[in-house]
């Protein structure tokens, strides 16, 4: 492919490989894939193995360097538990040791958000259900609580605890599965 994004892209992509993670797919087995058919908010949620996706190009280079890490503590799997937390913070150090604070600052913020939802409340719930709102799309015939523990597992939650939580998961899910239901039958 030559189109200019993606080379954009896979240029930030091995800068990235070379001064983070400079130990891991020493084989290179793993590729970059721009993939704009992803749904909303899917570059995670659509993992795959040896493939690194993004459903398109940021414009902003500091976006693109901070999707690219969040991408690639991910290339063990698709949960965003404590393992990926983990690789995000090393990545954090890692940045602030390169001179590079404002990404440093990104990365432990997307970590925050994740671990502890008092600290950005508000958007951190946000997210949250549009992250329920997109598992119901992709995970058609599934009950509220089938897809909840989905959502819940991938945030290193039980439901038990996403439903304390996230109070509105239920309301936000059921909803979405009754949308869906009904778009359905138009469609
Ligand atoms: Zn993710």
């Given at each position: 492919m030559t189109d200019p994004d993606f080379e954009r892209a896979q240029k930030a992509y091995e800068d990235i490989r070379a001064a983070?993670?400079?130990?891991?797919?020493r084989r290179r087995s793993w590729k970059l894939e721009i993939d704009p058919?992803?749904?909303?908010?899917g570059d995670c949620g659509t993992w795959k193995p040896k493939t690194i996706t993004l459903q398109f190009v940021l414009a902003d280079a500091e976006e693109l360097d901070q999707l690219l890490i969040h991408e690639i503590c991910h290339a063990p799997g698709p949960e965003h538990g404590s393992p990926w937390q983990r690789r995000m913070m090393a990545a954090a150090t890692k940045a602030e040791a390169l001179g590079r604070s404002q990404l440093s600052a990104r990365l432990k913020e997307e970590v925050d958000g994740l671990r502890d939802p008092r600290s950005k409340g508000e958007a951190s719930a946000k997210y949250v259900y549009s992250t329920i709102e997109d598992a119901v799309m992709e995970l058609p015939g599934l009950s509220s609580d089938e897809i909840l523990a989905r959502v819940a597992q991938s945030r290193g939650l039980s439901l038990a605890e996403l439903k304390m939580r996230y109070k509105r998961s239920e309301k936000v899910c059921l909803k979405a599965i009754q949308e869906e239901a009904l778009y359905r039958r138009k469609a």
């Open positions: 983070f993670f400079p130990r891991w797919d058919s992803l749904p909303r908010n």
